[in-house]
């Protein structure tokens, strides 16, 4: 499973995506609400910076690719030592 892969299971099988885009649109019409009247952003701006947290948040790729992607079973790190 690729991480494209990856992100359309989740959206078919969890709200989770949708549901954070959500909230991260109420978190960011708050935020713009307490800007200045001549410095608030417009609403694609708004937009803009929702779906860059969604990126992020799906960076959960990035959690994919190197948890799940590299390693088939989880391992201990090289410095741990176990003691028989």
């Known amino acids: 499973m690729d991480c494209e ?3 359309t299971y989740l959206n078919a099988n969890s709200r ?3 549901i954070f885009r959500s909230q991260a649109l ?3 019409h708050s935020r713009n609400r307490q ?3 001549s410095k608030r952003w417009s ?3 708004v937009t803009s910076v929702v779906d860059k947290m969604v990126s992020q948040f799906i960076g959960l790729k990035s959690i ?3 948890d799940f992607k590299r390693h088939s ?3 201990l ?3 741990v030592q176990i003691n028989h």
């Open 64 to 66: 994919f690719e190197t």
């Open 43 to 45: 609403e694609t701006a």
């Open 16 to 18: 989770v995506v949708a």
């Open 77 to 79: 790190p090289s410095t």
């Open 35 to 37: 800007r200045s009247a």
């Open 73 to 75: 079973e989880p391992r």
């Open 26 to 28: 109420t978190y960011q």
């Open 5 to 7: 892969e990856f992100e």
